[in-house]
């Protein structure tokens, strides 16, 4: 039996190696990517939870605010929120719409994470 038959070569392990070791970069490459989809996805789906609940609010105590802005802070499922309220007069002279902008709580504000936006009826 000849020394070529007993095993792999020294060259031939280190290809095997070297693809191995490309296919784990790429793998964990795609399971940050998507650990951080899901962290972006779960900042986004709350802060639209804020803008609804603030929009509900609005409706629910039937407010006839002056347009402007206002700005306040929320905390939802564990996280801070940042929250401004534009007020604008509508085309027409029985209705006020409204913009929530939610962004990311925090000395460095971030991009706005949602948006929502509505109509006020004249109380």
Known sequence: MSA???GFTL????VAL???ALGLAAASRVG???GETAYSLRDRLLAGWVAENHAAWLHATR??????SSTGNTRMGGHDFAWRV????????YFRRFEISVYPAGPAEGAVLNR???YLERP
């Open 4 to 6: 070529r038959e007993q």
């Open 63 to 68: 407010a006839w605010p002056d347009p402007g």
């Open 116 to 118: 929502f936006v509505g």
């Open 11 to 14: 060259l031939e392990i280190l």
């Open 86 to 93: 534009q007020i604008s007069p509508a085309a027409q002279g």
């Open 18 to 20: 070297s693809i191995l």
């Open 32 to 34: 940050m990517t998507a």
